[in-house]
């Protein structure tokens, strides 16, 4: 997942639920709109907003999922959960890279 400062991002192999969405998840690649939260409780700390999804155009609002923001401003990531949150086994967690 790459997420620009214009508020885009791109991701490859993005795991979404959609039967809609074509062709193997190693290699299924998306994009849309980013945003961080205003600090309602039961939003992400950083939302996605999928555009598209391979061959499959999203409607605006209609497929969204995000993360939450954890560590330092040296050492920022973002997690989120898969399936259970009560298991931590099921936590992703992704570190930033300097852009290229």
Do not use: H, Q
Request: proline share 6%; hydrophobic share 30%; with cysteine.
């Amino acid at each position: 997942m790459t997420l620009r400062g214009d508020g885009s991002f791109t991701t490859v192999a993005w795991p979404a639920g959609l039967d809609e969405a074509t062709g193997p998840v190693d290699r299924r690649r998306g994009s849309g709109r980013w945003k961080l939260s205003d600090g309602s409780r039961n939003d992400f700390d950083v939302a996605l907003s999928f555009y598209e999804i391979n061959d499959y155009e999203v409607g605006p609002g209609s497929y969204g999922s995000g993360f939450d923001i954890s560590g330092t401003r040296e050492d920022l990531r973002l997690y989120a959960w898969v399936g259970d949150p009560d298991d931590c086994a099921n936590m992703s967690t992704f570190s930033s890279k300097p852009p290229a």
